[in-house]
């Protein structure tokens, strides 16, 4: 396993500071903006101000494909199969995904995010493996169809048609394909008050909002994140939500 392969973190620490809670990554501001915020404008500013993430994979996916490997080509093979990470970021996933041998198409709505991702692909000789696109999500999907589709909190105090969104995505599945959903369940516990504006919904809803015929519920659970402290230190747990789906039909 090389470097790249050895990216993905497996006990809680997580991609960056603290996922999806742009709070503990000091960035405050992001919860008290204008929900009519153009989402490029908001998405750019966060990014500007730094690295928010730490570059590795998030757990739950990790966790998720270790439980329950995907083989879609014999072992070995190069690329092991194709995978879309919608919502990037500074891609820890899909950096994590091109070690372990996938062919990936990395999505944001953040140039910059996205030139990030791409220079730390590039060190790590993963290149080649990786496709950055930006596109605005809820106006476009990329066309095409991935073994593996895989979203990972995509959640935003601007417009975002998240069920749609994963509508799409479920769309983009290559027959016998893969679609995993890592979202938030609730705020970290040191948070007082968590963010009004986020919509949060369960494993169960998100399974029920997206009824798909033909597929198979492979997980839909709940996954408590052990270790997210405070931008002060102030050590705390979040429960994260995990949906796993296989397109059987
Ligand atoms: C909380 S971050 C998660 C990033 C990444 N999945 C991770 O786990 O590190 C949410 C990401 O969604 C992206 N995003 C928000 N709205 C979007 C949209 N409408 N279209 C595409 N990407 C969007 C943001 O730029 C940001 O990178």
Redesign the pocket.
Known sequence: MNEAAAHGDTAGHG??AD??D?RSSGRHWIHDVDPATD?TEL?ER??AEGEP?SGRA?PALVDELAERPIVVRPAGSIPSGTAL?????????AIWLAGQGWQVDA????PT?LARGAAAAQALGLGERICWSC????TDVPAGSWDLVT??????P???DREQ?LRRAAAAVAAGGTLII?GHLGAPSWMTEPPAHLDLPTPEEIVASLDLAGWTVVAARAVVVPSVASPEGVPGTRTDSVVRLQRTG
Request: glycine letters at 12%; a negative charge; hydrophobic letters at 35%.
């Open positions: 991609n960056h996922h999806g742009q989402p998405w966060f990014y993430w998030n990470d919608l919502g990037c970021g500074t891609g820890g996933d999505v944001d709505i953040s995010a596109h605005n999500l809820d979203t990972a909190y995509l959640h935003s601007v417009r975002l969104i890592i």
